[in-house]
């Protein structure tokens, strides 16, 4: 019965600081547009990427010339 005289006004103190917080947020505007960032996902507002310049691939040298296709160098 004692531990009751401690848990009613913690749960009252906590139920406070919870309507407290909820007050502060509507006051502060975190509930203004709920659907804003949902549909400003979905817009296709980017700019194209510019085309990328083509690499230039390096010839292979003549000393590679005895390479068996595995891929790998010897040293």
Known sequence: M????????LALGLGFL???GFLWSLKSGQFDDLDGAGERI?????KPLPP???AV???DDDEDADDDGSGA???
């Open 2 to 9: 004692t531990a009751l005289i401690w848990l009613i006004p």
């Open 18 to 20: 919870g309507l407290v």
């Open 42 to 46: 979905l817009m296709d507002d980017d």
């Open 52 to 54: 990328r310049p083509q």
């Open 57 to 59: 691939l390096a010839e």
């Open 73 to 75: 160098k010897s040293l």
